[in-house]
Nanobody, 126 residues
Framework: QVQVVESGGGLVQAGGSLRLSCTAS????????MGWFRQAPGKEREGVSC????????RYGDSVKGRFTISRDNAKNTLYLQMNQLKPEDTAMYYC???????????????????WGQGTQVTVSS
């Protein structure tokens, strides 16, 4: 049984930082390309960042470039999203997603991913 589980969300003031984590059980973690997505109320889900299975390739959405950093520790079967300089507009439910792919690239489209977590809420107050 595949389970993708996010953690680390919470309430933070603007300018602060949070680190999200994601684990994927039931799958071989280093077979997976991973991504972070977010969805704010009344808005469509958008891509935040993605990372290849080895960590050698990453991509970021324009709104988070220079503030967020994606990383992974395959030995710990864990994906991270370090979020710095948070803004109120970063407020959203953040989702972790996975797809089996050992290519040297990652996908920024949600439609490429097969496995999803339930999400973790990030709220940034002004």
């Amino acid at each position: 049984q595949v389970q993708v589980v996010e953690s680390g969300g919470g309430l933070v003031q603007a300018g602060g930082s949070l680190r999200l984590s994601c684990t994927a059980s039931g799958l071989i973690f280093d077979d997976l390309t991973m991504g972070w997505f977010r969805q704010a109320p009344g808005k469509e889900r958008e891509g935040v960042s993605c990372i290849s299975w080895s960590g050698s390739s990453t991509r970021y959405g324009d709104s988070v470039k220079g503030r967020f950093t994606i990383s992974r520790d395959n030995a710990k079967n864990t994906l991270y999203l370090q979020m710095n300089q948070l803004k109120p507009e970063d407020t959203a439910m953040y989702y972790c997603a996975a797809v089996k792919n050992k290519g040297s690239w990652c996908y920024d489209s949600q439609y490429e991913y097969d496995y999803w977590g339930q999400g973790t809420q990030v709220t940034v107050s002004s």
